[in-house]
Every structure is written in C-alpha cells, then in structure tokens.
C-alpha cells in the first residue's frame, strides 16, 4: 500500500501493522488464536487463519465468551508457542505478558476494547485502536484491526475484505463508518470487490413472509406475525404474495413500500443510524461471477457459527463454500426466529428501573442480540437495556444504551464492571455496549438495584 493512499491519522497503525507482521514472520512453533465468539471475533479470527495459512504456520483455534482469570488461565495451559488473542485482552495485558515471560513465549493482542495504554509490555506486542487516536466504538474493531495486517503482508489478501466488512457491521460500525473502517470500505469499493444497492433487503418468497422474518428490521407489531404483516402491505396496496424480487424491478412498488416502513421505525424513535441500516446502502461481494452474497448475510453465518458452538466451519466458509453457507443459514433462520419470539416478549414482559429496562431472557445464545435489537428497535433512547440470561456457571449479562447516553456520562463498560466485581465476577466492553457475568447464588435484584444506582451516580457526575 501507497503512503499517499493512507490517511495521515491512519499511518501509524498501518505502520505498525507492519511491524507486527514481522514480528509474526520471525516467531516459529505452534501458534494457538483465542477469539470472541462474536461476528467480530469470528471475522477476525477467518481473516487470521488466512493470514496463517499464507505464511504457513502450524496453528489451532479456541472460541470463548470473555476474558476471565479462570479463562486465561486455561489458556496459559494450552499447548501452544505463540498466542494470538482477538477481540479480547483488555485489561490482561500485564497478566499475560507476565506469564509469557515466565514460559518465554510470546504473544499478540489486537483489540479494539479501552485498556492502560501507557505500561510497557515485554513478551506481549499489542494492537489496540485506542492507541492509535481510533475509537473501539465507532472508528475500528477487531475484524478492521486484522484486515491491516492482512494486507500490510499481502495486498493479494484484499479479497479478505467481506469478512472485515462483516466483522464491522457486527459490531455497528458500519452505518455511516469513520476512521479505519471509512477507509477499508472505501478502499473495497474502488478495488471493485464490494458493491451496494439502496432499498429494503428482504429474504423470503412473498412479501409478507419476507416483511414477517426479516430481522433488522424488527417493526412492532409486525415481525413475527404473518396476518399483521398482510394487514399492512395491503393498507399501502401491495399484493402480500408479490415475489420478494418485484422489489428489485418495480422502482415504483420499493419507494411504497420503503417509505411505509421508514415512517413505522420512525415513530418506534428509530434513529437515523437504525433507519440507514434498513434501507441501505447494502454492501455485496460476487463469487463464481454469479453467487451474490450481502455483507449481512456473512455477519449473520458468522454469528450464527460462533453462537452455536459451531466453529469447526470455519475454514470452508473462509473459502466461500455455497454448501457449507446454506446449511448455516437454516441454523441462523431458526435462530432468528427466537430472536423475534424474544423481542416481543421484551416489549411485553420487561421491568423497569429509573436508567434502564431490564429483561430475562431463556435462551443465552441470542441473549446479546436481544440487548443489540431491543434497543435498537424498542427501548426508549433515555433508558439502556440489560438482558440477563440464567446459565450453568453463573448470570451472563449484556448491556447496551443509545450514545445519546453516553454524551450524558453513561458508560455501562465501567458501571458493569465494578458493580459485576463487587459481586465476585467480572465485566466491561464499551461505554456503549458492555457485558458482565456474575456468580449463580448473587441475589439478582441486588446487582439491578446497585447497577441502577451506578449508572445514577454517572449522570450526576456529569
């Protein structure tokens, strides 16, 4: 890559990219990667284990939730010679570079979570956005972070770039994207790689199955429920049995339709934000020079993949197997599905305290996508959202608010983590959008009722 086509504020992370791909080039032995198990942990990790194969180093893979004492630990004991951590590592560095030292190995930490950016590490190389002046919330996430060192080791490796863009619109960066992500897009475009299109993008055979199952947008009173979904296509006159793909070729009929369900999400006080995610631009990427896929479904594949425990699919979808992603989609279908059933029981059945709502929810792998969704599409822009979810080794909890909040001093990655840590667990993430697990005998109404308080005490500090 050209100086003159980077960004002046991005040089220093490109350059430093590279410093890390020599570093990578000179360290031998088994290389073992630990990822979230997000889309952008999953994007990261696809892009990774291309990069690794290219340079033909021996490796293996491990997926977890977060980051813990007890899980780096578990780590540490696996066999390995150098460890790469992405999406992840925040706030671990000096345990893991300590203990690195101590077994003389080494390892890398690309992340894109706030951390102590001033210490000095010895047996740890880290690349973190925060260091480099790029926001973790809105300029770069994991998935963008591992791009560069793709293609600061081969520009061949652009082709990578859906994974990256799948890795960035899973962590809702990529509406309106700036900084790092800005750049990869525009760059994908120009190459000619990703394309868009404008307008609703609708999966299904009719309308009105297609209007009931699509998530975004989840539209209340509508998704899910196939008779609401008919009432309204046809109080706008729209034929409910019209093929999803009039929409494509009747301009007339995708402006109707479009405009309907702008002026629903806007009086759900969806934002600006939530409204350009459902009517585009949408990014697409061809293969075989006629498999279209959008960069949503490759998001969806690689949640669906990280949330079911279903890694081991990995390497064909790295290769764009058709097969392999269509037997991924009935399982993310099914997974949508509950998603939706989850939604409106939030709009239902959620209690609320005076900063946010609180909802239960039974199924822990979709429970993040219900705190994402629901406050994207539910929750008042004045409350956040935490959805708990009940499992075997504890209470998981997920976090999100509107960035409205946080210009009002929220920050649910600090309110999470030390009322999760007076409790005997553990927590953090983003001011936006945080996580937090807590032991199974806390008394649960105690840690809502503290986390309340918390995040009072934040406004009144600003």
Request: with cysteine; glycine share 8%; aromatic share 8%.
């Amino acid at each position: 890559m050209l100086d003159e086509e980077v960004p002046a504020e991005l040089r220093p992370l490109i350059s430093h990219s590279e410093k890390i791909i020599d570093i990578l080039e000179d360290l031998d032995g088994l290389f073992l990667v630990v990822s979230h198990n997000d889309a952008d942990g999953i994007s990261a990790a696809s892009q990774m284990f291309k990069l690794l194969v290219q340079m033909e180093k021996e490796f293996h893979m491990k997926f977890v939730k977060s980051l813990s004492s007890d899980v780096v630990s578990e780590i540490l004991d696996e066999n390995f010679d150098v460890l790469i951590i992405l999406d992840m590592g925040a706030g671990y560095e000096r345990v893991i570079d300590r203990h690195l030292k101590n077994m003389r190995k080494y390892g890398i930490i690309v992340d894109h979570h706030k951390t102590v950016l001033n210490d000095v590490y010895e047996n740890v190389y880290l690349m973190n956005s925060w260091a480099f002046g790029l926001s973790g919330d809105f300029e770069a996430c994991a998935a963008s972070l591992t791009f560069t060192l793709l293609t600061s080791y081969d520009e061949s490796l652009m082709s990578m770039v859906p994974f990256a863009l799948a890795g960035v619109l899973g962590d809702k960066q990529l509406v309106n994207p700036s900084g790092l992500n800005a750049f990869i897009l525009r760059r994908a475009l120009d190459a000619g790689i990703i394309e868009f299109r404008r307008g609703l993008l609708l999966r299904g055979n009719t309308l009105d199955e297609a209007l009931t199952y699509t998530m975004p947008p989840y539209i209340s009173g509508i998704t899910g429920n196939i008779e609401s979904a008919r009432k309204f296509l046809k109080g706008i006159g729209v034929f409910p049995e019209s093929p999803v793909e009039d929409l494509f070729e009747d301009t007339t009929l995708m402006k109707k339709l479009s405009s309907a369900i702008a002026i629903k999400l806007a009086n759900q006080e969806v934002g600006i934000d939530g409204l350009y995610e459902v009517l585009g631009p949408h990014y697409f990427f061809t293969i075989d020079t006629h498999i279209r896929y959008y960069i949503e479904d490759l998001t969806e594949i690689l949640d669906t993949i990280g949330r079911t425990r279903n890694t081991g699919y990995l390497p064909k979808i790295v290769m764009l197997d058709p097969e392999t992603i269509s037997n991924v989609s009935v399982v993310a279908m099914s997974m949508k599905r509950s998603l939706i059933e989850s939604l409106s029981s939030l709009e239902r059945s959620h209690f609320e305290y005076s900063t946010f709502w609180y909802y239960l929810c039974e199924n822990p792998n979709i429970k993040s996508l219900v705190a994402t969704f629901g406050m994207q599409y539910i929750v008042p822009k004045d409350k956040a959202l935490i959805v708990v979810s009940k499992e075997d080794d504890g209470y998981s909890i997920s976090g999100r608010c509107h960035s409205s909040l946080v210009s009002k001093g929220i920050d649910l990655s600090a309110a999470l983590k030390d009322v999760a840590e007076s409790f005997g667990g553990f927590g953090g993430g983003h001011s936006v959008a945080a996580g937090a697990r807590i032991p199974l005998n806390v008394d649960l109404g105690k840690f809502l009722n503290d986390l309340d308080k918390r995040l009072q005490e934040q406004l009144k500090q600003r």
